[in-house]
């Protein structure tokens, strides 16, 4: 396989496994998004529900590309990519988690602590990305950005109900 093929090759399942996720954290949301979360009190500053959508496939698309340049670079410069393709998959668990325990099992307040765990596990991909490809690392920080806002969110819906 030639090194084009190969990075062809990771971006591909960087940005499926990407996706996969997403499907995953759709199916828990989907059960309850359109019931039980309209049932919650919500601040005013709660966006719409159709923004999440185009966002979040923005954001899930963002993810695989940063992990197929980082191992790409990373492998063509010889480094060691395990313990961030380790932390990359640690992030994307933790991200399907939050959306099952939300809404799947309808608990915002363990959602809540999740995704502090998600919020730390962000962070540390971007700094396990960073030596291997600096871009790579840049383009996970509007997922960090929304990530915190979420967490926010998160937050303000636990006080409020």
Not at 12 to 21: C, E, P, R
Not at 30 to 48: C, F, I, R
Not at 102 to 124: C, D, M
């Amino acid at each position: 396989m030639s090194k084009t093929q190969r990075d062809v090759a990771l971006f591909a399942g960087f940005i499926a496994l990407s996706y996969i996720t997403a499907g995953l954290g759709g199916l828990a949301t989907a059960q309850s998004v359109g019931d039980w979360y309209q049932t919650l009190e919500q601040p005013a500053w709660n966006p719409p529900d159709w923004v999440f959508g185009p966002v979040w496939t923005l954001l899930y698309t963002l993810m695989g590309i940063s992990a197929g340049w980082a191992v790409s670079a990373g492998l063509r410069a010889g480094k060691p990519v395990g313990a961030a393709v380790t932390v990359f998959v640690l992030q994307l668990i933790a991200n399907g988690l939050w959306s099952l325990l939300f809404f799947g099992l309808q608990n915002p307040l363990l959602a809540f602590v999740e995704i502090a765990a998600l919020w730390a596990l962000i962070v540390a991909t971007i700094v396990f990305f960073y030596p291997l490809q600096r871009f790579a690392a840049a383009l996970l920080l509007p997922y960090l950005l929304w990530v915190s806002f979420a967490a926010v969110l998160n937050g303000a819906i636990v006080w409020l109900n």
